[in-house]
């Protein structure tokens, strides 16, 4: 397949190898699925997604993520690329948005967002929690200041994605800007701008509570260069959405079974959670006030000494 390489999709193709370069090559079926893909997809220690269970999961002092830029309206462009629905075009805008804060050290200017989703209810979304799946998951990739992607790429903390969680519920709000247009892009390469876009309507109302890992990208090659923070607090999509993003066809032209790759294990990685509120009675009065006080005493010492 031919497609115009535009200074948009160079960005796409690195992240998501997307539409054009790899037509065909990867899916997420039984010749091209996650079982067949090469590289660090198959040989990674570190990879994405997980199951976020209690058991692997530590309580942290984290600062909040800080979401710059995110309340800005501007123009995007969103394309199917033949793996999912992706918006990019944030890099261009008078003030880029950016992530910082959550113990990332320094900068991530948002590059572009998708989803991942399945044809049934009960899965589609990448990580899980505690076993369950959501019905679909956004994942907002942020790239570190200063970095190409090619760089990022090679870097363990190159690439920050924000992982928000979607739940069937009656207010269309979080994805109607993008459900406008997203009959416009049925077909693998169907590209369409949105002209008036806010970001920040792509995020829970509480952004405090969220889980911190190190993982990878996704989907091929599955770069461990990922600073992962997944949100607790799910966004809504209605089923008409739901159903739109069913809609969607991949590479061979066919809607998509499902998009999202299955969980890995940790290899010894832990994930940190931030509690929307550090409510005081909690942490001191229960059994983990031990290893809370060992955390928060070790975090200060990890700033003195380095
Ligand atoms: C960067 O990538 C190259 C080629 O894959 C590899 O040889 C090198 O070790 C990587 N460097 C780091 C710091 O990961
Ligand atoms: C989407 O792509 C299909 C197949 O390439 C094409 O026929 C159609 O015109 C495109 N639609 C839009 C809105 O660009
Ligand atoms: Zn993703």
């Not at 003030?95 to 804060?101: A, D, K, L, T």
């Not at 009675?281 to 010492?301: A, D, G, H, N």
């Amino acid at each position: 397949m031919h497609s115009p390489l535009s200074s948009f999709t160079i960005p796409l193709i690195l992240l998501v190898q997307s539409y054009g370069v790899s037509a065909a090559s990867w899916g997420y079926g039984y010749n091209d699925g996650p079982q067949t893909w090469k590289g660090d997809c198959q040989t990674g220690l570190r990879q994405t997604p997980i199951d976020i269970r209690t058991m692997d999961t530590d309580y942290a002092l984290m600062d909040r993520v800080n979401f710059i830029g995110y309340d800005q309206v501007d123009e995007v462009t969103m394309q199917n690329n033949g793996h999912t629905v992706a918006t990019a075009g944030f890099t261009e805008w008078k003030n880029p948005p950016y992530v910082s804060g959550g113990a990332l050290q320094g900068k991530y200017f948002l590059q572009q967002f998708h989803l991942h989703w399945g044809k049934k209810d009960h899965e589609g979304s990448e990580h899980k929690i505690g076993g369950l799946s959501y019905p679909a998951e956004l994942h907002l990739v942020h790239l570190k200041e200063g970095l190409t992607i090619t760089e990022a790429m090679n870097k363990s903390d190159g690439l920050a994605v924000v992982g928000v969680f979607l739940n069937i519920a009656e207010s269309g709000e979080p994805l109607a800007a993008m459900a406008d247009k997203l009959d416009d892009v049925i077909y693998a390469g169907n590209e369409t701008d949105i002209d008036r876009f806010r970001p920040r309507s792509l995020l829970p109302s509480v952004t405090d509570a969220f889980y911190r890992y190190e993982g990878s990208l996704t989907t091929p090659g599955c770069s461990e260069a990922v600073q992962w923070i997944v949100l607790a607090e799910p966004i809504t999509i209605t089923r008409k959405q739901l159903d739109q993003l069913r809609k969607i066809r991949n590479m061979e032209g066919e809607e998509h079974e499902k998009n999202f790759r299955p969980t890995f294990p940790l290899n010894g990685r832990r994930i940190r959670f931030r509690p929307a509120q550090y409510d005081r009675l909690r942490f001191c009065s229960s059994s983990y006030s031990l290893s809370f006080f060992i955390t928060v005493l070790s975090t200060l010492l990890a700033k003195i000494i380095f």
